[in-house]
Nanobody
Framework: QVQVVESGGGLVQPGGSLRLSCAAS????????MGWFRQAPGKEREFVAT????????YYTESVKGRFTISRDNAKNTVYLQMNSLKPEDTAVYYC?????????????????WGQGTQVTVSS
């Protein structure tokens, strides 16, 4: 069974940066497509970014393009989300997700393995 564990959340001021990390185990990491989602209070979980198995192809939701960068280190079984120029509307619980079989890219149903989430709060 694939296990996914996020870390790196916290409180940051508007305009600041955070880097989230996600470690996966239980399967060959380079066979997993990985993604990041987030869920704000009272809202549905939404797609943020995804990265291909080899780390070459990435895709972002429009609201984070140019500010967030997803990357992975297959030697360390870890995927990252570098978040810059953070805004209060980025406040949410951020979830890392993985899948062995690629279906779609942005739906919660497209990923089979989920972490517990890490809180990101952007506030002055």
């Amino acid at each position: 069974q694939v296990q996914v564990v996020e870390s790196g959340g916290g409180l940051v001021q508007p305009g600041g940066s955070l880097r989230l990390s996600c470690a996966a185990s239980g399967h060959t990491f380079s066979n997993l497509r990985m993604g990041w989602f987030r869920q704000a209070p009272g809202k549905e979980r939404e797609f943020v970014a995804t990265i291909s198995r080899g780390g070459i192809v990435t895709y972002y939701t429009e609201s984070v393009k140019g500010r967030f960068t997803i990357s992975r280190d297959n030697a360390k079984n870890t995927v990252y989300l570098q978040m810059n120029s953070l805004k209060p509307e980025d406040t949410a619980v951020y979830y890392c997700a993985g899948t062995i079989i690629t279906r779609g890219l942005t739906g919660t149903n497209d990923y089979d393995y989920w972490g517990q989430g890490t809180q990101v709060t952007v506030s002055s």
